[in-house]
């Protein structure tokens, strides 16, 4: 089967997509599949191209057997929504151009968090005459506006009547987590043509391993009790409560609160910790994605932390998964939600309401003292990431895209 897939995130950027379509891809293209991306120059999320690469009408290059070509857009960081939005577009169309050249596919494919991705893969797969499928994994534009950076405008409701075409002309859904399908269904998409295929860890990657310690050193946190946060620094992860916890933790030598990534927050985070002269916070630039499970093996807990919005109780962050697979305990500060039930399915960690540094500081303060219940989480997690491994993801969508080829309705594949 041949495999075009429309993505404005890949690697050597890091972020959820980026890895998300790699990995699923490699995996494809392991199982004799031929799988083409059109993405654009990687920048995301500081809106810098990476060394390396150029901001050019098209590059191709072939990373691990999948055909990937690069296509000029309007480059922005991941912050404010004019300029997003600009990037956004000219991304549809310079990808959607690029997507009727090649080898005809079988299939088309575009991934969210923002859909105009998705128009230009509904446009090529239209003009090519093959089936178009719609990854959903954020609900855009009902989020922008929880945070509060749209309102619901005349512009707000055309974007929604577009966001509910792609889902109705697509041949299928594939959605990341229930509450994703649940809230089509309620809007009126049929539920049988949506997937629910959560998302995973690449295993041979992520696994237990010990503290790097010269890492460890270069950062002074070789005899510490380590709160790692590793991930985008951005609008919806409110990380100022972290910085709010750890100076209400000061007093205790032992604990440090380790960052790790970019986002549009960044900058503002690492003010705000140096304004209150915090000991016990490190941050690190964003790493190459070889080097993330070395730093995760710097951490005791994995922090996985947002904004107490409704819509982020229908999310499930991709780092509980990396976590799992390092075989961490995980300390959740979310929205009573989707997350919260993979977390007490799993038994790998503890849940804490969003919006609680109080809360989060006692948690972290209770685990540092009490390191057997540190051990008990994280034997829970270690053991619950087979269940959610990127291999098996990458086998339950590709069983929605032969059946979607075939011309069947959506397989709701489900993990159990």
């Known amino acids: ?33 031929q799988v083409s991306v059109v993405t654009c120059a990687p920048n995301f999320p500081v809106g810098k191209v990476f060394p390396g690469y150029r901001n050019g009408w098209y590059r191709r290059e072939i990373v691990d057997g ?3 070509g690069r296509v000029k857009t309007f480059v922005a960081a991941n912050e404010g929504f004019f300029l997003r939005t600009l990037d956004f577009l000219s991304f549809m169309v310079s990808g959607g ?3 009727l050249f090649g080898p005809r596919p079988d299939v088309v494919v575009a991934t969210s968090p923002q859909f105009f991705a998705a128009v230009a893969g509904w446009g090529v797969a239209g003009l090519r005459r093959r089936p178009f499928l719609f990854e959903l994994s ?10 509060g950076v749209m309102k619901r405008n ?37 539920p049988e043509k949506i997937a629910v295929v959560i998302n995973g860890v690449d295993l041979p990657r ?11 050193q270069q950062h002074g946190l070789s005899q510490s009790f380590v709160v790692g946060y590793v991930g985008t620094h951005g609008l919806a992860h409110e990380l100022e409560n972290v910085l ?29 910790a140096l304004q209150r002269k915090l000991p016990n916070t490190v941050f690190v630039p964003p790493q190459p994605k070889e080097a993330m499970p070395d730093y995760w093996s710097l951490c005791d807990v994995a922090l996985v932390h947002l904004k107490n919005l409704p819509t982020y109780a229908t999310v499930i962050p991709s780092k509980m998964f990396e976590a799992m697979g390092m075989g961490l305990p995980l300390l959740l500060v979310a929205p009573e939600g989707e997350a919260q039930r993979i977390l007490g399915e799993s038994g790998s960690g503890r849940w804490v309401p969003a919006g609680r540094p ?16 540190v051990r008990q989480y994280a034997t829970g997690s270690e053991a619950a990431a087979p269940r959610y491994s990127r291999e098996r993801q990458a086998r339950d969508f590709l069983t929605v895209l032969e059946g979607a080829v075939r011309g069947a309705r959506a397989v709701p594949v489900e993990l159990q």
């Open 1 to 33: 089967m041949n495999i075009l897939f429309l993505t404005e995130n890949f690697p050597p950027e890091t972020n959820a997509a980026a890895t998300r379509v790699y990995e699923r891809a490699a995996y494809w293209v392991r199982w004799g599949q």
């Open 66 to 68: 999948i055909r990937v």
């Open 97 to 99: 151009v690029a997507g």
């Open 138 to 147: 954020d609900l855009w534009p009902s989020n922008i506006v929880d945070l």
């Open 154 to 190: 005349l512009l707000y409701r055309g974007l929604e009547r577009l966001e509910l075409f792609l889902y109705r002309r697509s041949a299928a859904v594939v959605a990341l987590t229930r509450a994703f399908k649940e809230d089509l269904t309620r809007r009126g998409v049929g």
């Open 206 to 216: 992520y696994r237990r391993r010990e503290r790097n310690e010269a890492l460890a």
């Open 244 to 272: 709010a916890a750890a100076d209400s933790l000061r007093v205790h030598p032992r604990i440090r609160f380790l960052f790790v990534g970019a986002g549009a927050r960044r900058e503002a985070l690492m003010r705000e």
């Open 358 to 373: 109080d809360l989060l500081a006692a948690a972290v303060e209770e685990w540092a003292e009490q390191p057997d219940l």
